[in-house]
């Protein structure tokens, strides 16, 4: 099986992680195992690790990573990352990589339902398990179905469009990706259209919606982050505003000291930091990587270290 996905920032992440060859790391979104070879190259005597929940990633990471006795493959959900680990005797570790968002092999590949260019069932889920895409289109109520657009989307016109689903799925139920695609692309001024395919953002959503995305992510970080041993570091590579803006909003609350008000004389709170930044900005992408990947246009790359 094929696993394309070009690892994203990677030299900038690699070098961010503060690889010790002793050391032990977790990839919680290991994928095909880009930035996981990286890792693996300078531990010795170190582990890594490597999450997913696609059962295809995790095929491909088996055969790729066979002959390397630091690589520890597990199938499940880096939101349950203490679980994961506590269920074979890891209680810290010394870094934590997570790459959010859907790969590139999950996009390319028609049958998995996650593109509005090419026809397939309506799917969505990265794990391949779980409710679909196809039954939250035909199954929600109009409301709901805004709110998921509105929200996870940032879609303006969230109201037009799942007012169109669900018209359109009074006549038939909705069981593809193009079907969807077009009910979007008509519930939209026609401005919309000219820039940029208009589904995007409703896919997104859906996306999110299925697979409990900004869920999965805000409990995946506090898991991290309390696995991790003085000096340890959490990567984390993300690709639109939501997920960057909780990835921000959790590390600044570890990097925060105090939090009595500005008038109080000395401090009651007592309140310390638990981490610092190793970037104040994020990491993005220079134009040599995005000449060879532009995917990785809108990838941002926030590190913290905890103290």
């Not at 010790?20 to 890792?39: F, K, L, W």
């Not at 959900?77 to 010394?94: E, I, P, S």
């Not at 610092?276 to 995917?295: D, F, G, Q, S, Y």
Request: net charge positive; charged share 25%; proline share 4%.
């Amino acid at each position: 099986m094929e696993f394309s996905h070009i690892p994203v920032l990677l030299n900038e992440t690699i070098e961010g992680l503060n690889i010790r060859e002793n050391g032990i790391y977790v990839d919680g979104t290991a994928g095909g195992g880009g930035h996981s070879s990286a890792i693996l190259k300078r531990l010795t005597t170190g582990k890594l690790i490597c999450v997913d929940q696609d059962p295809d990633a995790i095929s491909v990471l088996t055969q790729k990573f066979k002959k390397n006795e630091n690589a520890i493959i597990v199938c499940g959900n880096f939101g349950n990352m203490k679980d994961l680990l506590q269920l074979r005797g890891v209680g810290r570790v010394d870094g934590v990589l997570l790459d959010i968002g859907v790969s590139s092999h999950q996009l390319d590949t028609p049958s998995r339902g996650f593109s509005f260019h090419e026809d397939a069932p309506l799917d969505m889920r990265m794990s391949q398990s779980g409710v679909t895409a196809e039954e939250l289109v035909n199954t929600l109520p109009f409301e709901e179905l805004r709110k998921i657009i509105s929200e996870y989307g940032e879609e303006r016109y969230a109201g037009s469009i799942a007012k169109g689903i669900v018209v359109a799925r009074e006549q038939a139920p909705v069981t593809t990706t193009l079907q969807l695609a077009e009910i979007v692309k008509a519930n939209v001024p026609q401005k919309v259209r000219r820039d940029g395919h208009p589904a995007r953002k409703t896919f997104q959503a859906i996306r999110i919606a299925v697979n409990d995305e900004l869920n999965v992510l805000s409990r995946g970080l506090d898991d991290a982050f309390s696995l991790l041993g003085t000096g340890g570091r959490l990567a984390v590579i993300t690709f639109h505003s939501l997920e960057d803006r909780l990835v921000k909003q959790k590390m600044a609350g570890w990097c925060q000291g105090c939090t009595c008000p500005k008038d109080f004389p000395v401090c009651v709170c007592g309140n310390k930091p638990k981490a610092r930044l190793v970037h104040k900005k994020p990491v993005c992408a220079n134009e040599t990587e995005l000449l060879h990947n532009p995917r990785a246009r809108s990838a941002k790359l926030r590190i913290c270290e905890k103290i």
